[in-house]
């Protein structure tokens, strides 16, 4: 039998490569460039208890072998779903993924949160970052910005291995309250880091900037926070929270823009 398939019967030839079912439609079909995937209405992250529920129980990873979430005990479940954040101190999701800049992938992140009230002051979606300066273990922090339109600020680092690039990039207009999904994709070529902003399945700003890759960091990705264990940002209180997703470009072979259209197709009017 040749090496391109593992079976013929009556004229129908499967490939020696099946592709595996996956847990979510964002995934690919063979899971390259999966880092996580964590949905808050779908049952497969909970396959051991009745309901969602914040504390002990992790959030489990929907993409095979990622590491699980962990939910603080402060944050509460609403009836339709979502984590909902309170005006607690020191408290964010916990999405525990593996660092970014490992390999100098090219990686996209997207977060699914429903946006109470316009802020008036910088409000965390998710990051991995100690301040918004470019220091050590900063890597980028996703938010709305003072004046309440969506913002990337991210930080890279060149070949050299030392010298930490920040920049920063906002949308053109305001957020509306409601729910949005809001992210960003970074590529490297030839030292120069092309970045982009989403927001509900379009891009919204893209610019480049010097960079090898993103700058290292020992934090988890943290969901309602700059980074995990902060211990600042309530101007989040009453913001919630369904779903995240990193991905590595490099290894899956797509582009930002298109995972976050996948995303966006899939789940958009699914979250309230």
Do not use: C
């Amino acid at each position: 039998m040749a090496n391109s398939a593992i079976i013929n019967v009556d004229g129908i030839t499967l490939p020696n490569t099946i592709p595996q079912v996956q847990y979510d439609p964002v995934i690919s079909a063979t899971g390259a460039g999966a880092i996580g995937v964590w949905d808050a209405k779908n049952p497969k992250s909970w396959p051991s208890q009745a309901a969602p529920a914040s504390g002990a129980n992790s959030w489990l990873n929907l993409v095979r072998g990622g590491a699980s979430a962990t939910i603080p005990t402060t944050w509460t479940w609403q009836a339709q779903g979502g984590f909902v954040r309170p005006g607690v101190a020191a408290t964010s999701i916990d999405l525990g993924a593996p660092d970014l800049s490992t390999g100098s992938p090219g990686v996209v992140v997207s977060a699914w949160v429903k946006i109470p009230s316009v802020p008036t002051a910088l409000t965390p979606i998710a990051g991995r970052a100690q301040s918004t300066s470019a220091a050590v273990d900063n890597q980028f922090l996703l938010s709305i910005g003072a004046d309440g339109k969506p913002r990337l600020d991210i930080m890279m680092l060149d070949a050299d291995g030392a010298t930490i690039r920040y920049a920063t990039l906002s949308g053109p207009n305001v957020i509306t309250t409601g729910v949005h999904q809001i992210g960003f994709s970074v590529t490297f070529s030839a030292g120069t880091g092309s970045y982009a902003l989403y927001l509900d399945g379009a891009q919204i700003a893209a610019s480049t900037f010097p960079g090898a890759k993103l700058n290292p960091s020992t934090y988890s990705i943290a969901l309602g926070d700059r980074r995990v264990g902060n211990g600042g940002g309530s101007t989040t209180a009453g913001y919630v929270y369904y779903r995240a997703l990193p991905e590595n470009l490099t290894a899956s072979g797509r582009t930002g823009a298109q995972v976050v259209a996948a995303d966006w197709a899939a789940f958009n009017g699914k979250f309230s």
